[in-house]
């Protein structure tokens, strides 16, 4: 079946650490997108990827990187640098504007 | 910058009832796309149902219909004979047609509304 997979489900990171959280998807869809969902905040935009090997940055990008080196994946890392990394993280496809966005299951990130 | 407001931070509605969740939008464009997005206890979003902006007709999905009032800038989502399943999160989203940097296909989400079915 064609869809998103997010790994790993529950992610955990000492302080100073880099982790990656990865994203594949199936759907042959051109775009990617990364979100970041806290309590009441509802769902921000950290990185976007229209294509391979161009990406942009979101609404809340300080602290997270990422690459588009492959069509069916776009892994996001984030580093030491994000000092509130606590959080539910979201990935996503789509392929056209007016095409729905689909996502995967997420991952839950929590500092030791 | 594109704006979407959700004034229901939460609703609760009886099992087999109806309930409408609130939507609006600011925008100074003519043509966009409007979503409405089901977050069950799961966490994975779910695709509810999608508008056109340049269509006056309603979207309708089964149980699941909008009010889509262009002029209002107002995009609400009623849910028909509610059922036990139906309670989640619904995040309503907005997405421009126009290519801002490459920004073309991003979705500006509402903060959402938790929505609780009482059998």
């Known amino acids: 079946d064609g869809g998103i997979t997010q790994s790993p489900k529950y992610l955990f990171r000492k302080e100073g650490q880099n982790v990656t959280l990865s994203c594949e998807q199936n759907l042959n869809h051109d775009a990617m997108y990364w979100y970041r969902q806290d309590p009441g905040q509802g769902l921000r935009l950290i990185y976007y990827?229209?294509?391979?090997?161009?990406?942009q940055k979101g609404d809340i990008a300080e602290g997270y990187s990422v690459s588009r080196e492959k069509k069916e994946s776009f892994p996001l890392t984030v580093t030491s640098a994000q000092k509130n990394p606590t959080a539910f993280y979201l990935c996503?496809?789509?392929?056209?504007?007016?095409?729905?966005?689909?996502f995967g299951d997420g991952t839950r990130l929590s500092i030791l | 910058a594109q704006t979407v407001t959700q004034s229901q931070p939460e609703m609760s509605v009886q099992e087999a009832e109806t309930v409408t969740l609130s939507c609006t939008y600011d925008t100074s464009e003519s043509d966009y796309y409007l979503f409405w997005y089901k977050q069950p206890p799961s966490r994975q979003m779910i695709l509810v149902i999608r508008?056109?902006?340049?269509?006056?007709q309603n979207a309708t999905e089964n149980r699941f219909s909008v009010n889509f009032q262009k002029a209002a800038k107002s995009f609400s989502l009623k849910i028909s004979d509610s059922q036990l399943g139906d309670a989640a999160m619904y995040f309503c989203?907005?997405?421009?047609?126009?290519?801002?940097?490459?920004?073309?296909?991003?979705?500006?989400f509402g903060k959402g509304t938790k929505l609780s079915v009482k059998p």
């Open positions: 508008q056109e902006a340049y269509k006056q």
């Open positions: 996503a496809s789509s392929q056209g504007a007016g095409q729905p966005q689909h």
């Open positions: 989203a907005y997405r421009s047609i126009m290519n801002y940097g490459g920004s073309q296909g991003n979705l500006i």
């Open positions: 990827s229209q294509i391979v090997n161009d990406f």
